[in-house]
């Protein structure tokens, strides 16, 4: 399992991601009601670490013609393999609609490697 830091997306901020399918937890993405939709990646929040977690916050930007709802999508990229991200849309001005992607993530071992996740504990 990959653990995403706000340091894995600053190499492609302020280029585009697409949005190609609702992700419904089963096995297959349903891309039936969903246009691929471009999403520019505008910022990375950092939203606070700790011992434990840490915390930032994906911006993206698209057209408000063909807006996305909250929900789970797939989401794709030609420089990073990416899975599925959890959008949430934020407002719309000037036919741009923002959205926001949030995680918190186990912090880094003091060494800087990846804590262990027990996966099986991961509904």
Known sequence: MTVWRAGS???VLGTTFTATARWGGGAEAD??????????LVAIDDAGRDDR???????FEGSSDAPLEQG??????????????????LEDR??????????????????GSDRAVDERKIP
């Open 53 to 59: 977690y840490e915390q930032f916050t994906l911006v």
């Open 9 to 11: 997306f600053t190499p």
């Open 31 to 40: 891309a039936s009601d969903v246009t691929p939709t471009a999403l520019a």
């Open 72 to 89: 789970t999508y797939v989401v794709t990229h030609d420089q990073i393999e990416l899975d599925v991200l959890f959008l949430v849309p």
């Open 94 to 111: 000037n036919g741009i609609r923002r959205y926001a992607s949030y995680f918190s993530v186990p912090a880094p071992e003091p060494d």
